[in-house]
């Protein structure tokens, strides 16, 4: 049986390894390479100027976030669960869909106000609320008409200035 497969070794030819051709790399270069200004190269599209003049300009178009600030943002993304708002600071913000649920016909494009609860959280997102937001804002009304005196109404019954509602005097008991 060895005899067998010494034989069917011995038939079995054995390919020779190809050999590839190579190229001589051609230069595709309109300055020799010798004469190339590597400087110039690496600094290309580089702004020359100091580097506080460079960072200053950088921070000049990242709109400064202020924490518990309401600000205006544009709705960017909105899907089931979230809502994406941009708020013009260096990431955007995610807010809970149920949030929103007041306004069904919210769109992408559409502007809203949310309050900045942190500007970085431990994974460096922004983080905002929108049902904060209105909250602030419907205090900031209530303390504007408390501030200039004016009274509102609630159902026929006059309310001045926190105190609790009380009827016209044509309605009250006289002893």
Not at 133 to 148: G, H, I, T
């Amino acid at each position: 049986m060895s005899e067998e497969i010494k034989n069917v070794a011995e038939e079995t030819p054995v390919e020779a390894p190809v050999q590839k051709e190579t190229k001589k790399a051609v230069l595709n270069a309109s300055v020799a390479p010798e004469d190339f200004d590597w400087d110039a190269f690496e600094n290309e599209g580089v702004e020359k100027g100091s580097k506080e003049e460079t960072l200053a300009k950088y921070e000049q178009t990242l709109s400064k976030v202020t924490e518990n600030e309401v600000v205006e943002g544009v709705v960017t993304a909105i899907n089931k669960r979230e809502v994406v708002v941009n708020i013009g600071a260096k990431s955007e913000g995610v807010i809970s869909a149920p949030e929103f649920r007041y306004n069904p016909d919210l769109k992408v494009g559409d502007k809203v106000e949310v309050l900045v609860e942190n500007a970085e959280d431990r994974k460096g997102q922004l983080v905002i609320s929108h049902k904060k937001a209105r909250q602030l804002k419907s205090w900031d009304m209530v303390n504007a008409a408390y501030e200039s005196h004016q009274g509102w109404y609630d159902r026929g019954r006059v309310r001045h200035r926190g105190l609790p509602p009380r009827l016209p005097d044509r309605h009250q008991a006289h002893p």
